[in-house]
């Protein structure tokens, strides 16, 4: 057998090495790593939908973090980012944008990513449409000492008790645990139903999925006042 040629060795050694890659490569995408948000989370977070604002009901009322709600200041509320994070909020109407600190929960509308302050919607210009296209990123995180707050799934908002606890009996067979809060807004007293305490938005997400169906209703991923 003739000896073959160094040039044809090491080409063939290359083909093996790139191969080799190829496959690894191949088993990599194959399997990927389930996360909820990219490294450092909450910044870097990106997220587009409709905002709305909410302004004199409720100025002056404690907010998630435990402030006093200034309709005037540069603030909003968000459902799950963490209380302290910074966003900048950009019109995708009118390509105006504004930094926002979330420091309140909400908006409790479903269809809906954000509530910003008056002086917020202002300085975006929606204040007279009442709701509009945004996107917003946040760029800031000053964490709260107790950690991000644990995620839940709210399933239904009454005036009278006695609903919520039914509500509640019922949710109670899909998933154990879970509370019965009350909030006093601007139109009165409410008992919110919230399900569980789960890790990752997606293992929150998936439950209120099963929850819509077995129950009929419209829940929707709030975190903690963490």
């Known amino acids: 057998m003739r000896p073959q040629p160094l040039a044809r060795i090491v080409h063939g050694l290359a083909a093996a090495v790139a191969l080799c890659g190829a496959l690894a490569l191949q088993s990599c995408r194959s399997s990927p790593a389930q996360v909820d948000h990219p490294p450092g989370y909450p910044i870097g977070f990106i997220q587009r939908g409709v905002a709305s604002w909410y302004g004199p009901g409720f100025h002056g009322n404690k907010t998630a973090n435990g402030e ?26 009118s390509g105006r944008q504004v930094t926002v600190r979330i420091n309140d929960r909400g908006p409790f509308v479903r269809g809906r990513v954000l509530d910003l302050s008056l002086a917020g ?17 946040v760029i800031g995180y000053s964490p709260r000492p107790g950690g991000p707050g644990a995620l839940r799934v709210q399933i239904g908002s009454f005036v009278d008790p006695e609903n919520a606890k039914t509500l509640f009996s019922q949710a109670q067979a899909e998933f154990p645990g879970g509370r019965i809060t009350r909030v006093d807004l601007p139109e009165g007293r409410r008992y919110r139903v919230q399900i569980g305490e789960f890790r990752t938005e997606a293992e929150a997400q998936a439950a209120a999925a099963r929850l819509d169906r077995k129950l009929n209703v419209e829940s929707f991923v709030v975190r903690d006042d963490g």
């Open 68 to 93: 006093r709600y200034n309709m005037h200041q540069l603030t909003a509320a968000h459902r799950t980012l963490p209380l302290g994070s910074v966003a900048v909020v950009r019109s995708l109407t």
């Open 121 to 137: 919607a202002k300085a975006i210009g929606m204040t007279g449409r009442g709701t509009d296209e945004i996107e917003l990123r």
